[in-house]
């Protein structure tokens, strides 16, 4: 029985996104968001009001993802899910109360980035994003 190496693509992408999530994580913990949380409402500020299947695909989610991850948000108000444009599609918006939970969680955004980038160093940084853009649009094409 061979088991995966240590040299595991996804697990190294894993272990990455762990550590660096533990930033944001810790940040955002402060003003009572998640990352993914914080992300969602950025999105749907960003883009919304917005099909909840537009949001999946703009996220690159599946459905029952972005589901289960918007339930929490619409139960404590920060965003609302209404009626879509023709009737038989809905909608994602956000509210009042969820623009005030996205700033107050900008500063702590901006604090886990910078110090993120301070750990990694601004060259490895912007080496990673390129890499990680190229990766993306490599594996995409692909559509598993």
């Known amino acids: 029985m061979s088991f995966p190496s240590l040299d595991c ?18 940040e955002l913990g402060k003003v009572g968001l998640g990352t993914t949380q914080y992300w969602l409402l950025t999105e749907v500020l960003s883009h919304g009001p917005i099909r909840p299947c537009d949001l999946a695909h703009a996220m690159s989610l599946s459905p029952s993802t972005l589901t289960r991850s918007l339930k929490p948000l619409i139960a404590t108000g920060w965003l609302a899910l209404g009626p879509g444009t023709d009737g038989r599609t809905r909608s994602v918006s ?23 980038h301070q750990l990694l ?12 853009e190229d990766c993306s649009a490599r594996m995409s094409a692909t559509h598993l």
Do not use: F
Request: with cysteine; net charge positive.
């Open 9 to 26: 693509t996804d697990t190294k992408l894993h272990q990455l996104a762990r550590v660096v999530a533990h930033y944001y994580d810790g």
């Open 121 to 132: 160093g601004s060259r490895n940084v912007s080496a990673m994003h390129a890499l990680l």
């Open 94 to 116: 956000i509210t009042t109360a969820g623009r005030r939970k996205c700033a107050e969680g900008l500063p702590r955004w901006t604090s886990a980035q910078a110090r993120v």
